[in-house]
């Protein structure tokens, strides 16, 4: 059945009351029965709750071929959590057909690659797949599609009990004997822990990871004991250096900073620019340059942002800092300067990813966001964006917050340059939508600016403001002038991974590629 | 044009391709690209098209792609070519068979 995005959904995936994606806020005003979580009671007054090995928690926590285990990213390619708990699952507990349950993956995950050629890891569910991982699924090895989540659909996902999670891990910097974690103040820190949290409360059994065992209680915590059934520490949780990068710099790339200042131009040509306004950027190249730029709209006005969210990085930081920005409110860090901030720098707070973006929960942050800034690897001509797969149908990337903040925003701002060495990111059809084009309202490329057709409020601003704005369709034909009009790519039928919209209706497939010959 | 000896043109740098023609009988194409899914038939197309203007018929032709545009592509063809029969020294015949 044809979606609201044009895309054809296989009719065997629209079962048990699942739809297909019917435009933006279809699901508003409906009801959900949220699921509940079967946990041990432990009434009786526990010393520790230390376990010797995650063989030891696994076996403690009744762990099953069959079961659902979930992870966050926090530590992202640094993390060794993830290999670590498989590996005592698959190779010392001899467990099968296991799904996994994670914010997102990396390539830090590379060996699971291996438990899915084996038939032994049969589920993965996820915002992020690339590498190795992304590889095997597409060559169809998996033996369930993969089902892939924005932050904020994941979360929606638990709470009505589309995902059950049988055991939860928390890859934790910072632990007590009970298990109440902390993301600072160990030697794997990684800042905000916001991704484990909806996971930690809606999990049978939750298992905490540490490399850093301290006093209890172990305060303020971002995942509390009362959720923790067993607490493992090993040698270490992760790479620290592949954590959080040193400082995430502002790009000196000419192409980069010129797109940075018609994105804060298109900004400051809408009336949502105005004193305590609300703004959340990518850390990609153009987008976290845009910081520069506002910056200097801002004084140039009078004005200071009200508050920040998301993935936070050290010059939103420096932002508050100096007084520009009033409050941030983060999910995840991603350099040491975010780190050593969170919860220590006034007004830099935590929050789950429920709270940053779940559409089904009654006030997530996405929905009270005046200005998104997002990168993507392809845009067509309706909007529509692409962020998971390559231009030759891999999977190799992650919708993560792109399509919550996109469809939260009054104004979602999309900045890329027009071409990437052969691939034209602004192009006729992308290969799989993973933000629709309804959510997305202006584009900024190095050949010119484009406004979405359904946004002619914001097309008045630009043209008050005098800036100059081209039909998308002409970016489009810009674009395979120079590098060529590309083949359509060749699929097979079989479908290796469904994309939920963040409403949990199924907006695009990824399908099994077909081996390419030139002739 | 005739193949006298191996030649190489081109890097593996991104939005690059490294060309090498060696002596070979009627012609063969080695192709390799990361965009061999949605670009490897204009490839193809334009190395087989340059090779019938440089009047190219006997040669083994490798092309490692890295996502270079077309007006690449033919210049490393061009340029191995010229190489692998000492015609890159001097007088390339600009305009003519080189554009």
């Known amino acids: 059945m044809k979606n609201a995005v044009g895309r054809d959904i296989p009719e065997f995936l629209l079962k048990d009351g699942k739809e297909v994606y019917q435009g933006k806020n279809y699901m508003d005003g409906k009801f959900i029965k949220k699921a509940s979580p079967t946990t041990r009671r432990y009434e009786k007054p526990q010393e520790s709750k230390i376990v010797g090995t995650i063989a030891d928690a696994l076996k403690l926590c009744g762990a099953k071929s069959g079961m659902t285990f979930s992870f966050h990213h926090h530590l992202r390619d640094g993390d060794y959590v993830v290999n670590m708990v498989m590996k005592a699952a698959i190779e010392e507990l001899g467990l099968e057909d296991m799904t996994i349950a994670a914010t997102s993956l990396g390539a830090a995950h590379d060996p699971i690659a291996e438990y899915i050629e084996q038939g032994k890891v049969v589920g993965i569910q996820t915002s992020g797949i690339r590498g190795r991982m992304g590889e095997v699924v597409s060559a169809g090895k998996l033996k369930t599609p993969a089902v892939i989540r924005s932050h904020g659909g994941r979360p929606r996902a638990i709470e009505a009990g589309e995902v059950h999670i049988d055991i939860a891990f928390i890859a934790a910097p910072t632990s007590d004997c009970v298990g109440n974690c902390r993301g600072i103040g160990g030697k794997s820190d990684c800042g905000s822990m916001g991704y484990a949290m909806t996971d930690a409360r809606y999990a049978d059994r939750v298992v905490v990871v540490t490399d850093c065992l301290v006093d209890f209680p172990n305060m303020p915590a971002s995942i509390e004991a009362i959720d923790v059934d067993a607490v493992v520490v090993t040698d270490s949780i992760g790479d620290p250096k592949k954590i959080a990068s040193a400082a995430a710099r502002i790009s000196q790339n000419p192409r980069d900073l010129m797109m940075a200042e018609d994105v804060a131009k298109v900004i400051a040509s809408t009336p949502y620019f105005r004193d305590g306004f609300s703004f959340q950027t990518g850390v990609g190249g153009p987008s976290l340059a845009a910081n520069l730029f506002l910056e200097k709209f801002m004084d140039e006005k009078g004005i200071k942002m009200g508050w920040s969210i998301g993935g936070i990085c050290g010059p939103m930081v420096e932002l508050l800092k100096k007084g520009k920005v009033g409050k941030i409110i983060d999910v995840q860090d991603f350099d040491l300067d975010a780190v050593r901030s969170i919860n220590r720098t006034p007004g830099h707070y935590e929050m789950s990813a429920s709270q940053y973006a779940d559409p089904a929960n009654k006030g997530a942050f996405v929905n009270k966001l005046d200005f998104v800034v997002l990168a993507a690897l392809e845009i067509d001509t309706d909007f529509n964006v692409n962020v998971l797969t390559g231009s030759d149908g891999v999977l190799r990337g992650a919708p993560g917050g792109h399509p919550d903040t996109a469809a939260g925003s009054k104004c979602c701002v999309i900045v890329t340059p027009l071409i990437r060495g052969r691939m034209a990111t602004v192009c006729e059809h992308v290969v799989t939508v993973t933000t629709p084009g309804d959510c997305v309202d202006v584009l900024v490329t190095d050949y010119g600016i484009a406004v979405n057709p359904l946004r002619p409020d914001l097309i008045e601003c630009l043209d008050r403001a005098g800036i100059k704005h081209v039909p998308i369709e002409e970016l489009k034909e810009k674009a395979y002038s120079i590098v060529g009009r590309p083949d359509e790519l060749q699929w097979e039928d079989r479908v290796v991974a469904v994309l939920e919209a963040r409403d949990g209706t199924i907006l695009d497939v990824v399908r099994k590629i077909k081996p390419y010959t030139a002739d | 044009m005739r193949i006298e000896r191996p030649a190489v043109a081109g890097t593996l740098e991104s939005s690059d391709a490294m060309v090498t023609v060696e002596p070979g009988e009627g012609l063969s194409l080695e192709l390799a690209s990361s965009v061999m899914n949605t670009y490897g038939r ?51 015949p600009w305009g003519g068979e080189v554009r």
């Open chain 2, 42 to 92: 204009q490839i193809k197309e334009t190395v087989l098209e340059t090779l019938k203007r440089l009047g190219v018929e006997d040669c083994f032709i490798s092309v490692v792609d890295k996502g270079a545009l077309d007006c690449t592509i033919k210049a490393r063809v061009e340029c191995a070519v010229f190489r692998s029969c000492g015609l890159s020294e001097k007088d390339i």
